[in-house]
């Protein structure tokens, strides 16, 4: 413990030093002042279509200041029309008139500026006319339950109509649209974003200077120093998570605890970028995609908060239910949770077992250097118990990759999309089962083909083991599990999938390391066998 | 000149030898169509007329009213409107499934009146039936102000739904144009702090190459790289069907821009030398001079936009402007330069 806070107070020394000098009160001043800048900037920009559309106004219309329409003077009400006709105006606005063309353009231009105009006439009827003449309508919204209570009468029972829940004006009262709140969620995930870039390019700056390698000779443990090192970052970031809540004011113990598993999240994935980067360029690459990746895995979901129980796999919809005011229990809180802690689990393992010069250090290809990461977490096990496990603890990992994927999937036109999510979802899960075996088999760890048929069983019943516990708990958590059932190819026999498995991995890995295939077309092989597979249970059920 | 152009074949190569740069190829397709997808994904969820034109027909209104105005609306728009004599009535309909919300009118009495509102206690459902009776619910109230001899100018101005349009020419068009500017200016300073810290510089200096030579060589290895991105992205939205306009101004705009980037993060580097405090201060800079564009109503964005959409009003003038802006930070990233050898 004391050698993980030496490490801690080491690595905010070293952040000191690199943002210090006269100049760091002028750096603050100037932060602050581009963040004010650049929020006031994007205040006015959320709207779609900034500087789109060319307007004319003449008479008594009102002042068109939406950013969506540039304003052109005109002078009289022929030379407005004059205007539309040779396309220099979209839409002309002529008093209580509006001329417009036929074309496309000149069409959204209309739509568009209708919404703009209702409001300014509801400003305007408001102002010149007493409140109760200018907005005559009132609406009590009720709730009724979805089945008939038991007990009531359908003949007699006069209906509940106490008070309504709320009463509303339809003009004034835009209906209830969660986009704007998923929008708020959004802001916890950028200071996180923004520290973790920073723990990277600390650890980046200490492999330059080879500094990594003195700390590695030292009596302390790599766990130690990538706790250590990151342990102030995580501590940032919860602070900005408070902060944000308390600037939006959502409550700060239940962001912290929403956003914790978040922060270990991320974190765990940038602890990735310095262990495999090769140089610079790769970095600023591999972050850009990872933080395009993990903002999809967060948002997308929560797009679909209250509309979909899938929504729970990102936190971010546990955030927008705090800002609705909305209850959670736990165990919608431990669904998002698990898996994300999961991956910081997994992360911290693979750092233990990868900080070390020699991997570090050398240039080699992207995929050379995967596969070796992949080879040193398990060469320190026996094969046969590390290769079931390595099945059995990528789970989430493979989990969130096919969310990603699904989110991906929606381009597609709507009859690809299930087939392209089916197969993209074998292929992830064939890597998974194979890669493990192949990194052994090209270390010439394992040798025989009895051996290999041995290791692709213990996979395959290692990743049945994960995904019916995953099943498990997503069945409870959703009620919708069939997708998620889709995904992970649950069939009802325990055994069939066994079987399935096994085989799809087995061609796999036969074919590379036996039969000399490459590995993309092996893998394409048994991805075909289990998406076929996977097609067939889906038709049967 | 032929050093110049070693550099940026040395550069170009090493970006292609990497393979990483196929990473920042497949984010922007995948910005590009995720948030498309998110847009209409929200579309369909969040929006009235693309609720009516699939789902909408499984919402049915039951009204208690003594006068059909109302439902006439909501009829006009689409919905299956069915009348009842009382609420009791009306809510053993609802039980049975034959309607899924009920709106109780009483009969006018003064200036305002207050409607009755009965939803299905499922949130999802019930958001959903709320927009899709929003507008005949304004249009309502309008009728009612009209009553009250008021009179509400442009309610009955129709068009076309613009967000599709809105989004491709706003968002999508600048989003692809400038994102590989954006890439360019990271790679620029990954290559020159990489020099640096590296302590290759010295060696490379010591070869018959200025600093500067160095440092234009990069910077034009990475415009090169973006607006190859560019073009890609032209040729595959053309494919697709989107027009674009003045096709030579915008290709040459992302050009500028990508050069402004770059010649930024030069700057940056230059500065700093170092590339974690260089990145940084590039993207607070990136972030700032987009904001200042805006104040100053010379945004990059709103230019790309109205380029591509043929707006009568913009030209190769406003492509300049941002010409001249590319010369005065190249000026002073020649007079700060030699910072960087020392």
Known sequence: ?541 | MSSFLTVIKKEIGSVLRDGTIIIAVLIQLFIASFSSALLLGMLSLYDADTIMKFGGAGIKIGIVASDDTLGSMMSERGLKVFHYESLIQAEGALYQGKVTAIIVVPAAAGATSEIQLYLPNSEAFSSLIRMVIQEPLKQYENHLRAQNGIDVRYADLQGKPATSFEFVYSVLIPLLMFFPAFVAGSMTIDSLTEEVENNTLQTLLSAPLTINKIIAGKIAAAVIVAIVQCLTWLAMLQANGTVIKNLIWVILLALIVAGLAATLAALGAVFFKDRERSQFVYSLALLAMVSIGALLNLSPITAMSRLAIGDPYVSGWNVAVFAVFLAALWALLLKASRRLAV
Not at chain 1, 32 to 50: E, H, K, P, T
Not at chain 1, 130 to 159: C, D, H, K, M, S
Not at chain 1, 210 to 222: D, E, G, K, N, W
Not at chain 1, 324 to 337: D, T, V
């Open chain 1, 1 to 541: 413990m004391n050698q993980i806070l030496a490490i801690a107070w080491r690595e905010i020394t070293r952040l000191r030093k690199r943002f210090s000098g006269g100049a760091s009160p002028l750096a603050v001043i100037a932060l602050m002042g581009i963040i004010a800048l650049s929020s006031y900037f994007l205040q006015d920009a959320v709207s779609l279509g900034s500087g789109l559309y060319r307007v004319g106004a003449f008479g008594d219309a009102p002042e068109i200041t939406d950013s969506r329409f540039s304003v052109v003077e005109v002078k009289s009400a022929d030379e407005g029309k004059a205007l539309l006709d040779e396309k220099m105006i979209d839409v002309f606005v002529n008093g209580a008139q509006v001329n417009y063309r036929a074309d496309d353009k000149s069409q959204y231009a209309v739509k568009s500026l209708k919404q703009y105009l209702e409001k300014q006439e509801l400003i305007r009827v408001g102002n010149s006319y007493e409140y109760n003449l200018a907005f005559p309508l009132r609406v009590g919204i009720n709730y009724l339950p979805l089945n008939r209570p038991a007990g009531q009468n359908p003949q007699q029972e006069t209906p509940p109509v106490d008070k309504p829940k709320e009463t509303i004006i339809p003009s004034l009262t835009p209906p209830p649209a969660p986009f704007a709140q998923v929008l708020v969620a959004l802001l916890f995930i950028m200071p996180i974003t923004f520290i973790s870039i920073f723990f990277t390019s600390s650890f980046m700056d200490e492999k330059l200077n080879r500094r990594l390698t003195i700390l590695l000779s030292a009596p302390v443990t790599p766990f130690q120093i990538i706790f250590g090192k990151m342990l102030p970052y995580a501590i940032f970031a919860l602070v900005g998570v408070a902060l944000v809540a308390a600037t939006t004011g959502g409550k700060i113990l239940l962001s912290l605890a929403i956003f914790a598993p978040t922060i270990l999240f991320i974190f765990a994935i940038y602890l990735m970028v310095p262990l495999f980067y090769r140089t610079f360029k790769d970095t600023t690459f591999i972050a850009m995609f990872v933080t395009t990746m993990t903002t999809a895995y967060l948002v997308f979901p929560a797009m679909f908060t209250n509309v979909n129980d899938v929504s729970y796999v990102s936190p971010l919809t546990l955030a927008v239910k705090m800002y609705r005011g909305e209850s959670f229990g736990w165990r919608e809180y431990l669904f998002p949770s698990i898996p994300m802690a999961g991956i910081f689990i997994f992360a911290m393992f693979a750092g233990t077992r990868l900080l070390n010069e020699e991997f570090l250090m050398g240039y080699k290809p992207i995929t050379q250097k995967i596969k070796d990461a992949i080879y040193l977490m398990m060469a320190r096990s026996k094969p046969y118990i590390a290769v079931p496990l390595w099945s059995l603890i990528t789970i989430p990992a493979v989990y969130m990759t096919q969310v990603v994927l699904l989110a991906f999937a929606t381009n597609l036109p709507s009859r690809l999309i299930l087939g392209a999510v089916l197969f993209g979802s074998a292929m992830i899960e064939e890597v998974v089962k194979s890669a493990g075996i192949i990194a052994l088999a090209e270390h010439r760890v394992i040798t025989s083909a009895r051996s290999i048929f041995g290791l692709s069983f213990l996979s395959g019943l290692g990743f049945l083991i994960g995904e019916k516990l995953l099943v498990a708990i997503s069945i409870s958590m959703v009620s919708d599990a069939r997708v998620s059932g889709a995904l992970f190819g649950a069939g009802l026999l325990l055994l069939v999938p066994l079987l399935a498995h096994f085989i799809f991995t087995s061609i796999t890995t036969i074919l590379t390391t036996k039969l000399k295939f490459p590995y993309w077309l092996s893998l394409f092989i048994a991805s075909a066998v289990h998406f076929v597979y996977n097609f067939l249970i889906l038709r049967g059920s």
